[in-house]
């Protein structure tokens, strides 16, 4: 099969490899589309977002995460999907026996591993994948929705982190694919405004799209005087948190799901003398009723988010290597980039 290997800083191989043959427990999935994330864009660039940087570097880089995919051949004891079942994949795979897993927070397991850690990765024609962290799409659900369940889920689980919405004047900042989905999550929650700051025009316009009632850009219009309930934070530097700290009201909520791949140099003073409340978000898990991929899945399946705006190109997988060129730079207009293996 081919495979996409990320060799050295802005630089996609395509190489052959051996297609992998699923082991009890496992499934070989046939690679539908992937989408590139911002944490792919960090590894892109040459940044050890990951703390197993070495190893990583003795495997070959290998990315992709956010897929849509069609099951082709599963292991011995592979109960839940069968051959011909279109699947997408939680990203992380995480023990269920240790006290975070049982306490239902899995996403915060002692033992977690990510998806990309045991071979290729979604860039590549084929995934092999344990069973336990993929799930079966409905055929109502397009491969592209499909391939945005996972960052969908992310911003599902960062919006609930802000807890109740309803009536709340609440701000995004980031107008990349995580910001519009925390934006189109945060309207159905009942929001009574909802704000974004962008960078870019073409950034404002998909705002609009997912609910948006107004666009900030930064500088030209953000007035201190603006105050919002709720701020989540999705880019993950110093100058956005810096922004949310004062855009904040006095009491309010932050929520912070950039991924901080540098250490930041940044003034906590507005967090006691305004007594924020900061919450970290992490990927996805338990709601306690249910697993936010399953809500997020529900979402795009019975029509009650709208996401084809996020999408703005898709490159065959020949052309890996300008689509992540075109990702990383956001003046090309692109907010969400896709591979598509059927172009
Ligand atoms: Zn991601
Ligand atoms: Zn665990």
């Given amino acids: 099969m081919k495979a996409a290997l990320f ?9 052959e490899k051996a297609t992998p043959k699923p082991e009890p427990g496992w499934v070989l999935i046939k690679t539908l589309r992937a989408g590139i994330c911002g944490s792919d864009l960090h590894n892109y660039r040459g940044c050890a977002l990951r703390n197993n940087f070495e190893a990583w570097q003795q495997l070959g880089f290998a990315e992709g995460h956010e897929l ?14 069968k051959i011909g079942d279109r699947v997408t994949a939680e990203a992380v795979w995480h023990c269920g026996s240790c006290y975070m897993c049982k306490s239902g927070q899995y996403h915060l397991c002692l033992d977690r591993k990510d998806l990309v850690w045991w071979g290729d990765g979604a860039f590549a024609e084929f995934v092999c994948l344990p069973e336990k962290v993929l799930y079966v799409l409905p055929e109502s659900m397009t491969s592209s929705e499909g391939a945005l369940v996972e960052p969908l889920a992310a911003a599902y689980h960062a919006v ?22 925390c ?9 009574i405004s909802l704000s974004i700051l962008v960078r870019y025009d073409h950034q404002a316009k998909v705002a609009y799209e997912m609910g948006c009632d107004s666009v900030f850009y930064p500088h030209a219009s953000l007035d201190s005087s603006l105050q919002f309930d709720v701020v989540i934070e999705t880019t993950g530097n110093s100058e956005a948190f810096e922004n949310a700290t004062r855009l904040c009201r006095k009491g309010g909520r932050i929520v912070l799901l950039g991924g901080y791949p540098h250490p930041q140099n940044i003034n906590l003073a507005p967090i006691v003398s305004k007594e924020l409340q900061i919450a970290g978000s992490l990927c996805y898990g338990w709601d306690g009723i249910r697993k936010e991929f399953e809500i997020a899945i529900d979402l795009l399946a019975k029509k009650k988010i709208n996401v084809t705006a996020v999408v703005t190109h898709e ?29």
């Fill in 183 to 191: 934006a189109g999550v945060a309207k159905l929650s009942g929001t």
């Fill in 7 to 15: 060799e050295k800083p802005y630089t996609i191989q395509i190489v």
């Fill in 68 to 81: 849509c995919g069609e099951v082709v051949a599963v292991g011995d004891k592979v109960e839940k999907v």
């Fill in 315 to 343: 490159f065959p997988f020949d052309q890996i290597s300008e689509a992540f060129r075109v990702a990383s730079d956001k003046k090309s207009g692109s907010i969400k980039v896709h591979i598509n293996f059927n172009l």
């Fill in 160 to 181: 609930r982190k802000a807890g109740d919405c309803f009536g709340k004047k609440v701000l995004i900042i980031g107008g990349g694919s995580m910001g519009q989905l």
